[in-house]
């Protein structure tokens, strides 16, 4: 996790962990400890038979109301 707003991250560091369907993963702990704007920025290397290049981003935003 990345505050934007305020160019931090969390102390705690985050797992990324593989789940049994292709393309799911659990995130755990994901430690959002203050409100406002954050940003969790996944990058993925991608199998290469899909045609869709090496690797790829996912970027999810929200808002931590207080």
Do not use: K
């Amino acid at each position: 996790p990345w505050m934007t707003d305020h160019m931090h991250g969390t102390s705690i560091a985050c797992q990324v962990t593989d789940m049994d369907e292709p393309g799911h993963v659990q995130l755990d702990p994901v430690n959002l400890f203050m409100p406002g704007l954050w940003e969790v920025r996944l990058n993925f290397t991608l199998d290469p038979s899909l045609g869709l290049g090496a690797t790829d981003q996912v970027v999810f935003r929200f808002c931590v109301d207080p």
